[in-house]
């Protein structure tokens, strides 16, 4: 085999596209769309897409991986961010240090590239201690909790009625917390990211004085029966935590009024003592179930920021 890293190129698309579909098992025909909202958005245009070629078997597509800009803001200054997402190695290669060559690659082409600021990844565990021998540091895990709703949710038919209670439109530029990191949420980034969605999401906000925080919620449905409400975005202009507390107490009786919802979930970043603080006065119960996070700093400005300084949760991976 003659293994060759090299930058993506549009003759490669169909290849890619039936990695990705074999490895999460997704239709090829539903498949095409997204793929050209996600990867060829002009707000994509300068995203590194890498792929592994095996050049003695007609350069077939046997590796994947993609680096996509993921801002970050931090006392009002813009980070350039790379995401990393779709780190995929074909099941019959694997074995051959596909995962290193893509890795290594996106480090010789990043070498002199004085615009972007860190790298940042939520790799499933299979990759995880790949990233970190490539160099990545682990920057913490975003922790899992649950609260439950209604326990006989099953006996409720799924209605509109999370239509009416969460029936806002996302906020632009809410979230401005001096000194502390979080995802950026320009319209420009919301815009591109709304056109990807597979799934709805809903939104309502709670506003208390000159306060207002906005929470991004969607459904997911476990073994049919059971129905969970990710709360997948917290975007406030306060990180205060009585606020926050009034706030969560708000949601919790707003999606009350919803009871097919069986329990509501929460991934957010247990170091953050003040969303810590709040989430356990809110009663809600930690589950053994973590998402790691990665960082590669390419400009020696994140390393020195706590990790108790980083605003995340599930919305900050690209699959929200």
């Known amino acids: 085999m003659n293994l060759v890293a090299k930058k993506y190129e549009e003759k490669y698309k169909t290849q890619v596209m039936q990695l990705i579909c074999n490895e999460y098992n997704y239709e090829l025909t539903t498949y095409r ?13 300068e995203a590194l897409k890498t792929v592994v070629v095996d050049e003695d078997n007609n ?11 993921w801002p970050y803001l931090f006392n009002n200054k813009t980070f350039y961010a790379l995401k990393g997402v779709n780190a995929i190695v074909m099941p019959s290669y694997r074995g051959n240090g ?4 893509l890795l290594d ?17 939520t790799p499933l565990p299979a990759a995880f201690y790949g990233f970190k021998k490539n160099g990545w540091k682990h920057l913490l895990d975003l922790q899992w909790f649950i609260k439950l709703n209604q326990p006989f949710s099953f006996l409720f038919p799924i209605t ?8 806002e439109k996302k906020r632009n530029e809410l979230t401005s917390i001096a000194n502390y990191i979080h995802q950026d ?10 056109s990807y969605y597979k799934s709805k999401k809903h939104y309502i906000s709670y506003i208390e004085g000159g306060n207002v925080v906005q929470f991004g919620v969607k459904i997911n449905i476990r073994k049919k029966i059971i129905r969970e409400l990710i709360i997948g975005e917290v975007a406030s202009n306060c990180y205060e935590e009585e606020f926050l507390i009034n706030a969560f107490k708000f949601l919790l ?7 097919s919802i069986t ?25 053994n179930k973590v998402i790691h996070i990665v960082v590669k700093d390419l400009s020696g400005k994140i390393n020195s920021i706590d990790k108790e300084k980083w605003i995340l949760y599930r919305a900050d991976l690209d699959s929200w």
């Open 59 to 69: 350069e077939l597509v046997v590796g994947f991986f993609a680096l996509f800009k």
């Open 185 to 194: 949420d320009s319209p420009e980034f919301n815009n591109w990211r709304a």
């Open 33 to 45: 769309s997204f793929f050209s909202k996600f990867y060829e958005n002009d707000y994509q245009k």
């Open 105 to 121: 690659f996106v480090n010789v082409e990043l070498q002199n590239n004085n615009k972007v600021d860190f790298l940042i990844a």
């Open 160 to 167: 509109n009625k999370i239509n009416v209670i969460f029936n």
């Open 263 to 287: 329990f509501s979930s929460l991934a957010f970043n247990p170091h953050h003592q003040i969303i810590s603080n709040v989430i356990n006065k809110t009663k809600f119960k930690k589950i």
């Open 98 to 101: 596909i995962f290193k060559k």
């Open 253 to 259: 009786k707003k999606i009350k009024k919803i009871p």
